[in-house]
Every structure is written in C-alpha cells, then in structure tokens.
C-alpha cells in the first residue's frame, strides 16, 4: 500500500479516535504528545504510521478543545450582547423570522469588551429589514450556547455546531442602535446571491428557479421540505447542493477552454505547453465553481484531488487515483479536522474509495460510458447503503435508477445550460433567458418524475438504528461483492449485510411495556410500546418556520426505535405544544385511532377522549382518567361533524390523563392539568387502582409550571421518580423552582429531558420500572452540554 494512503489513513484514525470520548484531555498533554509524534517520524522511519497516529489525535483534540473553549461562557447566558459582525453565507427568509449567520468581529456587554470570536446562529424576528450576504451590522443580541435535541435517531446539532465554528445561538432584540455599518464590499456570497436573484427573475415558476439556483449555485433557500423528501426519496441529496461530480465536469470545461486556446493561437504551445496548460485551467474552473458551490464539503474534496493530479502533471510527475484521493484527504484533515463530524465527509471519501476499488476501465466510447455509468451507481448505492442507514436511520432502495437518469441529465446537461446562462447574464443578459427557460423546462420534468419515483415502494426504507459492528460488517460486505470478477463465493458479501439488515430487537414481554419520553424542547411526546401495539401521546410543536417535530423527531424516534405501526395517537388537548406534529404523525399512520381532550382545535379528526375509556394491549391495561364524563358536551367541528368538547375553564384542564398499568408498574401521563384539575384526577387513579402498593412513574403536569403539582397531588400519586418535558432555558423558566421543591420534599427525583435528552423507561412485567440514561448521557460525547 502507497506510504501517502497509510499516512492518510493512521491520520483519520487518530482524528477520529478523539470523536469518541466524552471528555477533551488538557492543552499541555496534546503539547507533549505532538512533540512525540514529531520525534516518531523524525528519528524513527519505520514509526511514522504511528507518528501520524499521534499526531490526528493531538490535532483533533487541540481544534476540538479550541471549538468549545470559543462557546460563550454559560455564565453569560440568557445576556443581551452589542455586537459587531458581517453576514456570513445566505440569509434564509423564513414567514416568522430570517436565520443568518454572523461572523463576530467584536462584543460588549454593558460596555464592556467580551473576548468572543466565532460564528453565531442567529434569527432576526418582527420583520427583519433586507439582509445582504458579508453586510456589517450593529445589533443587539440575546444568546446562550449551542444546545439541540437529542433522541433516538435524531440529528445531533451540537456536534454540527461544532463542525460549522458556531459559537452560540440567539436572536435579534428591538433595540434603536440595531442598523447597518455601510455597504458590503466585493465577496464570493454577493456574487452568489445575485446570480440567484437573476435566475429568479427570469425563471418564472419559483419551484423551477429553486431548483436551478440550488443546482448552480448551491442555494437551497427556495427549497421546501417536500422537495428534501423527494430527494432523500430518490437518493439524489447529493446533487441538490452541488456534488463532486458537478466540480468534475467544470473541471472538464477548463479543459475545454484550454484546448480552444491552443486551437485559435497555436503558437501559445512554444511559451506554455499545453499538458500543463489544460491541468492549469482545469484547475481555475473547477476552484471558481467551487466557490460559487460555497465550498461545500464535496466540492472541496474534488478541488483538492483536482489540484494534486494538476500539480502533479505541471510537474511532470505521475500519481494514482488512490494516492490523489488520500493526499485530498489529508489536506481537509490539516486545515478542519472537525470535518468528520460531517456526514458529506465519510459519503464523499468512502463513496469515490468504492468508485475506485471496485470499477475498472473498459476502454474508450459511448458503450464503455454507458457501463461506468450504470455500474458507479449500482457501486454507490450498495456501498453507501450503510452509511445512509447510520447517519440518517433511512436509505432509498430506488436510488441507483433515479441517480441512472438523474446524474447525467443534472451534470451534463441541466448544469452546463445554467452555467451558460450565468455567463450571458454578464455578457449579453436577453440571451441569459433562453438558456435558463431550457434549464428550467428540462429540471421540471426531471423532478416531476422524481416525485413519481418518491412513490414507489422502497423509496423510503427504515431501520432501527444500527451498531457500529453492523456498519463495518455492511461496508466489507459491500467491497466483498464488487471484487474483480472471478474471485470466488463473492454472493458471500450479502451475508455480512445480515446484521445491519436485521438488528436484533428487545420487546416487552405480555404485562410490561416501554416508553420514551421524546425531547422536544418545551413541549411533549412520549411513545409507548407494548409487545405487539404502539400508542403516541403527544406530538410536539410545528412552529410558524415550518420545522414540525411530529416530522424531525417523533417519526425518525420510532424509525430508529425499530416502530412501523401506531395504533393509537392521543393528543392530550389542543395547544401548539402539544399538538403541533399531530398532522405529520397521523399522515404517516393513516389507519390508527385518534383521541384528543379538544378535538375542535385539531387540524385531523378526533375523537373525544372521556374519563372511563379503557382498553388492554397484551396484559397492559390503558384507562383514560380526564376529562370527566360530566364535563364534556357535544359541538360541530369545522367539517361539520358532531364531536365532544369539553366545557373546563381552562384549556389545559381539558388534557386527557391516561394511566398505563402493567404487571410491575405503571405510567401516569398527564398533559397540561392544573391544581384545580388534580383533585379530579386523583379520585379517578385512586378509584381504580389495581395496586395502591405499586408507585406510579408521573409526568410532571404542565412541564413544572406554579399552577400545577399540587403538594396534595404529589402525595396521592405517590410516584417513584417524575419525568419532566421542558425546553433548555425556556423563557417560562419550567420547570419552576418552587415546583420542584415540592417533589423534592416528597423525596420524589425528578429528571429533565432538556438536561438528559429522550429519557427511555422500561416496565418489566416481572420488575419495578427501570429508568434508562437519556439520551444525551447514554453516549457522552465532549461536545455536548
């Protein structure tokens, strides 16, 4: 093996070695162990594999260290900061607010100076003004540290933090000072957006103009979750933000471009030979599409291996594609090792390894293309099927037909037109639309067979989350059955995909049950499993944005949790909160029964949940403890169908309380009751109890508030732990200190999932409950909070 590929290799090793710990070490042994890894390959030739070693884990550490000594200090969370700073990337213009980021040139607080450098997340609400890309503003900011959601296959965005440089989160106050200090110079997110403004203007479907700007350019601001769907659908995410390939074929224009030169003025070959003249200008192309693309991981994986095969041919120097992809490699673990903690990283190197590794040449011409064309995809959607599992719970089993037709229609086609088109918008702007309208006509009905395609059974293909033994088994399964032709016993390799396939399963036994009580921020969801049914409780917030937790968290939840069918949804009672991921869940399970404590506010149909309604699910008894029977009255929903409604004071006492009681414990779930409601609910748990002997695990009404958790309550309850539903430093402050003084003179623990992430409880049914570690302390990772 080249020496270039196992320093490439023993690098990432020991860069990702560090990803895994759960604690950074101190700055002065990451001092002392790069002075050992300079030693090792400096004295010791033969130990350099190992100096490289030391060498990505002194490295990682160090930026790894310096990322989250950057974060602002949590003593200065929830402050409102002045703050100087240019506009970084694309605004993102949201109904409810614009997202941007800021790249922090200097903060005060209360006058003074504050050492804080990085980037901030921040959302600009109550009518932003424009925002134009690298604009310098004064603004005034409130901000606490990066801290995300973390549950059973969910996105991890403190790790993303991390990777990105952000340093804290917030947004813009109402302040008279807030303004903008002069206008913004000359940068590459100007140019950017204004060839995305031009597009838009003369492209006028806005869905067709989306589509080009995010194929040209990289701007997927115009796009809509649906559009995302039907690309990770299709398996063509990829293609979307600009891929690698897209810097390929740019690169191929540069050649193009050279070779066009050498034809008009020949003489240029006695001053410039055109070898290294192509590799020149192949190099320029593809580095300014680069940076129209905004660097993207991918993008910037090609440039690199575009820029050694150039060097190495401006040199009259030979090299391979193996050693060209791990010089690449080491280049981006050099200048951002974080850069692991991206997906794109291990799809865009492990994808172009298998591209490698397993494709040969079959000659020149259309038939020899055509071959490597349809066998790259097949390659890449076998290989990649393992990772798509492991970082996004889904992959797509139609995803080597749409990228079949997708790859070379988007790259040789689609892209070269818009490419053309942004040329003449600077040259000769009236020929600019031609060439777009003939984009955007070709995009349109390419995307609208992707959305047939979207449908198809297997485009959408969930599994349980999947171990790290299973992922190294499912990519040597995969390299084991593209080997050359001829080695022997190659169908072996689907084998070793049995266990990402296949993961094993732990289902309750009949009289016990599990539940989850999902992280949602402040809001809630639980979802509880017996052996052979599921009932969701509550499904989070869909907020103004447009970001639905029902969709990002509560569905991948039960993916990941190895859950494909609900049979009940109940939605304690209507606020957004609680019920906002309702539509998402319900369009997902159309076929199971739904109850709410109002269904008037709910956006699906509904039933009215009464107290005394009760069921049993494989030796698990569920009872409906609220609202009571003389309470609820009968009204007209929207769609004029009769319903109940209840005729509470208060829409929180409106919530269904429901007690699942199992053969070893039982599960109190809640809602939003207040004091005045508890007495009622206490009457209905004590009047059919099974067993008073046997504490229940409470929710904590109304996630902690003053009106609710009545020292009364909690004593008649009895409960052995209480789980809370709270968002980090929410502004209502839940759950309120005097609240949990009261559980804490009952001697009742009570755990957060803000604090711990999605809390999952078992309830054997030969066993008291057993409380699991939540999420965020089940795999400590440094960068969590």
């Not at 614009?98 to 003074?112: K, M, V």
Request: proline letters at 7%; one cysteine or more; charged letters at 15%.
């Amino acid at each position: 093996m080249p020496s270039t590929v196992i320093a490439a290799l023993t690098l990432l090793s020991g860069v990702l070695l560090v990803q895994w710990l759960p604690r950074l070490p101190p700055y002065w042994s990451l001092g002392l162990l790069f002075f050992v890894a300079i030693v090792l390959g400096w004295r010791f030739p033969r130990w350099r594999w190992l100096s490289c070693l030391l060498l990505g884990i002194a490295w990682a550490a160090w930026h790894g260290a310096a990322g989250m000594d950057a974060r602002l200090p949590r003593s200065l969370e929830g402050k409102d900061f002045a703050v100087v700073g240019s506009i970084a990337e694309l605004p993102q213009v949201r109904t409810d607010a614009t997202s941007f980021n800021l790249r922090l040139e200097q903060a005060t607080l209360d006058g003074r100076p504050i050492a804080l450098y990085g980037r901030l997340n921040v959302s600009w609400y109550n009518g932003a003004p424009p925002l134009q890309p690298c604009s310098r503003w004064h603004l005034l900011l409130r901000l606490k540290r990066p801290h995300g959601l973390l549950n059973p296959g969910g996105a991890d965005s403190e790790r993303s933090s991390l990777e990105r440089g952000i340093i804290a989160t917030g947004y813009v106050r109402d302040d008279p000072d807030n303004k903008r200090l002069g206008n913004p110079g000359f940068c590459i997110n100007g140019v950017r957006d204004a060839i995305s403004r031009g597009i838009a203007v003369r492209v006028h479907d806005p869905h067709d103009a989306a589509l080009l700007q995010a194929f040209s350019v990289g701007d997927t601001r115009g796009l809509e979750q649906r559009d995302w769907e039907v690309a990770r659908a299709n398996g063509v995410s990829h293609l979307i933000a600009i891929s690698g390939f897209h810097v390929g074929v740019a690169a191929v224009f540069g050649v193009w471009l050279a070779m066009l030169a050498y034809a008009i003025w020949p003489q240029l070959g006695w001053r410039l030979p055109r070898p290294q003249a192509q590799a020149a200008s192949a190099l320029l192309v593809a580095g300014v599409y680069s940076a129209l693309a905004g660097f993207g991981l991918p993008t910037v994986r090609t440039l690199l291996m575009i820029a050694v095969v150039a060097v190495a041919r401006c040199s009259r120097r030979g090299g391979s594609g193996a050693q060209s992809l791990a010089l690449a490699m080491i280049a981006i673990l050099l200048v951002d090792p974080l850069s692991v903690l991206a997906p794109g990283f291990w799809l865009s190197f492990v994808g172009v390894s298998f591209l490698m590794l397993c494709l040969r040449a079959r000659g020149r011409g259309l038939h020899a293309f055509l071959h490597e064309l349809s066998a790259g995809q097949m390659v890449m959607t076998v290989s990649l099927l393992p990772l798509s599992l492991w970082f996004f719970g889904e992959a797509s089993l139609v995803g080597a037909l749409s990228n079949l037709i997708a790859v070379p229609v988007i790259s040789f086609v689609i892209v070269p037109c818009v490419l053309v088109g942004i040329l003449l918008m600077g040259w000769c702007p009236p020929l600019a639309t031609p060439a777009l309208w003939l984009a955007a006509k070709i995009a349109h009905t390419q995307w609208w067979l992707l959305e047939q395609m979207a449908s198809w059974p297997g485009a959408h293909w969930y599994l349980p989350t999947i171990q790290p033994l299973a992922l190294l088994l499912g990519l040597l399964g995969a390299a084991w059955l593209f080997l050359p032709r001829g080695v022997p016993m190659r169908w072996l390799g689907v084998l070793l995909f049995l266990p990402l396939l296949m993961p094993p399963r732990e289902l309750p036994a009949d009289g016990g049950f599990q539940a989850w009580v999902l992280d949602v921020g402040q809001g809630l969801s639980v979802v509880l499993r017996t052996r052979k049914h599921v009932l969701v409780y509550d499904t989070g917030a869909r907020y103004p944005s447009g970001f639905d937790l029902g969709e990002s968290t509560v569905l991948p939840s039960m993916h990941a949790l190895g859950i494909n069918r609900l049979d009940v949804l109940m939605i304690s009672h209507g606020d957004n909160d609680h019920a906002g991921g309702a539509e998402a869940v319900a369009e997902a399970f159309p076929d199971a029964s739904r109850y709410a404590g109002e269904p008037a506010r709910m956006t699906i149909s509904t039933q009215q949940c009464v107290a005394g309604q009760a069921w049993q699910w494989d030796g698990v008894s569920f009872r409906v403890l609220n609202p009571a029977a003389d309470k609820v009255t009968t009204s007209f929903s929207a769609n004029k169908n009769a319903v109940l409604v209840t005729k509470a004071s208060k829409d929180n006492d409106r919530s269904c309380v429901l007690l699942v009681e199992g053969h070893g414990g039982r599960l109190l779930l809640t809602g939003d009751i207040s004091i005045k409601e508890e007495p009622q609910v206490l009457a209905a748990l004590d009047q059919g109890a099974v067993d008073k002997g046997m504490p229940p695990v409470m929710l904590v009404p109304h996630h902690g508030s003053s009106s609710s958790s009545s020292a009364g309550f909690i004593a008649g309850v009895g409960p052995s732990f209480a789980l809370v539903s709270a968002g980090w430093r929410n502004r209502f402050g839940h759950p309120r200190p005097d609240t949990l003084a009261r559980y804490a003179a009952a001697h009742v623990p009570v755990f957060n999932t803000a604090e711990q992430g999605a809390i999952p409880v078992d309830f054997p049914s030969n066993a008291t409950p057993l409380r699991q570690p939540g999420w965020r302390l089940r795999v400590p990772r440094y960068w969590r909070e």
